[in-house]
T-cell receptor, first 113, second 110 residues
Framework: DAGITQSPRHKVTETGTPVTLRCHQTENHRYMYWYRQDPGHGLRLIHYSYGVKDTDKGEVSDGYSVSRSKTEDFLLTLESATSSQTSVYFC????????????FGPGTRLTVT | KNEVEQSPQNLTAQEGEFITINCSYSVGISALHWLQQHPGGGIVSLFMLSSGKKKHGRLIATINIQEKHSSLHITASHPRDSAVYICAVSSLNTGNQFYFGTGTSLTVIP
């Protein structure tokens, strides 16, 4: 199994509070992705990174920011959580983008009350 | 607009049946991926293919690039195959982004 961990695995937070989710990999893969998964939708890309300090937006990036200061860590921040951000968040890694498989972390279930 | 469409959305089968899940896509792709997600569980990559056919155990994946269509077959289905199967494509048009179908929920009854 690819070495990907996410923390926390579960979180309940209140509307308006900041939240940071962490993705950590031990594979030294260049690409890292944050997705959200909601009923009735496929996995949707929030942000991705193609190297340290190199990030780009996905289709549902509003309300989210990311940072990657080290190859192994990719952080997703909800600056001011809203109930619409209640979701399951998955991190994924890939050796070299679209020509390679993605490996997924175990997911973080976030509930915003 | 969905770049990836899967059918059926839900599927119930008796143990031992041959199962087919279909995926159609509308973008130019570099590769097509089949993923498996067990209830409450993580997501595992089953296949990545850009042409032809691949087989792993009882699972077979095929792709027709001209038709922009892929199928995932499960032979001699078993209750442990019960999961959501997700089709995804990595697109030539958007570099390193992936597009995902909404998944097919499979239940295999003993």
């Amino acid at each position: 199994d690819a070495g990907i961990t996410q923390s926390p695995r579960h979180k309940v937070t209140e509307t308006g509070t900041p939240v940071t989710l962490r993705c950590h990999q031990t594979e030294n893969h260049r690409y890292m992705y944050w997705y959200r998964q909601d009923p009735g939708h496929g996995l949707r890309l929030i942000h991705y990174s193609y190297g340290v300090k190199d990030t780009d937006k996905g289709e549902v990036s509003d309300g989210y920011s990311v940072s990657r200061s080290k190859t192994e860590d990719f952080l997703l921040t909800l600056e001011s959580a809203t109930s619409s951000q209640t979701s399951v968040y998955f991190c994924a890694i890939s050796a070299s983008g679209s020509f390679y498989e993605q490996y997924f972390g175990p997911g973080t279930r976030l509930t915003v009350t | 607009k969905n770049e990836v469409e899967q059918s059926p959305q839900n599927l119930t089968a008796q143990e031992g049946e041959f199962i087919t899940i279909n995926c159609s896509y509308s973008v130019g792709i570099s590769a097509l991926h089949w993923l498996q997600q067990h209830p409450g569980g993580g997501i595992v990559s089953l296949f990545m293919l850009s042409s032809g056919k691949k087989k792993h155990g009882r699972l077979i994946a095929t792709i027709n690039i001209q038709e922009k269509h892929s199928s995932l077959h499960i032979t001699a289905s078993h209750p442990r195959d019960s999961a959501v199967y997700i089709c995804a494509v990595s697109s030539l048009n958007t570099g390193n982004q992936f597009y995902f179908g909404t998944g097919t929920s499979l239940t295999v009854i003993p």
